[in-house]
């Protein structure tokens, strides 16, 4: 969530520079590159367990 804002923060700054071609290539590319890695790592930690629990379960 921080990463999107922060992302739209930097493409309106790009905007209102009138450098949105060069300035807003780096929000344009990492924000839905921020999206997907998100995803699969909340996906695969969501899976894993922590140590502490797997621990608990085998006591």
Known sequence: EVGMQNGGL???IA???GKIATMGLAPAVFGPLMNITGSILASYWHKSAPEKVVSEIKS
């Open 15 to 17: 905007n209102s520079l």
């Open 10 to 12: 930097a493409s309106g």
